[in-house]
């Protein structure tokens, strides 16, 4: 398809653009950004007041901004696997046993809930995606 190496590069720059934006952005201070692939991002989060309880965030686009929200898992940093229990946090929505968030602002959330995008909780994809999850995501660990 021709338009697939354009869309690609289009998606790669959105997402260079909002990543530089997301970490100047308020409370970006918190957050460590590690670049792993095009749309692929690891941020290293802590929970207020807990700054040395450290969690390695992955976050990965398909398409960017896309129609879909980022899946978003939690790595082990010893081994870098997305399947270790204990490198996931305790919040809202966080499912360590199912590996996934339950949440509308991560792809695992529609899996579970493909109703959502019918409904008032439908991926929204207008602004910068990348610091409107990482708000969401220390909003939930905090």
């Known amino acids: 398809m021709a338009d697939e190496p354009r869309r690609k590069s289009l998606a790669i720059l959105n997402f260079e653009d909002d990543l530089k934006a997301a970490s100047e952005a308020r409370g970006a201070e918190r957050w460590k950004f ?11 989060v802590a929970p207020a007041g807990n700054e040395a309880d ?4 992955r976050l990965f686009w398909l398409d960017y901004p896309g129609e879909k929200p980022p899946s978003v898992k939690f790595v082990d940093p010893s081994t870098g696997r997305l399947d270790i229990a204990k490198a996931w ?3 809202n929505g966080f499912r360590p046993g ?10 695992e959330g529609f899996v579970t809930h493909p109703e959502w995008a019918t409904t008032d909780n439908r991926w929204n994809r207008s602004g ?3 610091l409107r999850v990482m708000r969401l995501l220390q909003q939930e660990l905090d």
Not at 34 to 44: H, I, N, Q, S
Not at 54 to 57: D, E, F, G
């Open 34 to 44: 590690d670049r792993r692939g095009d749309l692929e991002l690891w941020v290293t």
């Open 98 to 107: 199912s590996f996934d968030i339950c949440a509308n602002w991560t792809a």
């Open 128 to 130: 910068n995606i990348v």
């Open 54 to 57: 450290l969690y390695i965030a």
């Open 89 to 91: 946090p305790m919040a």
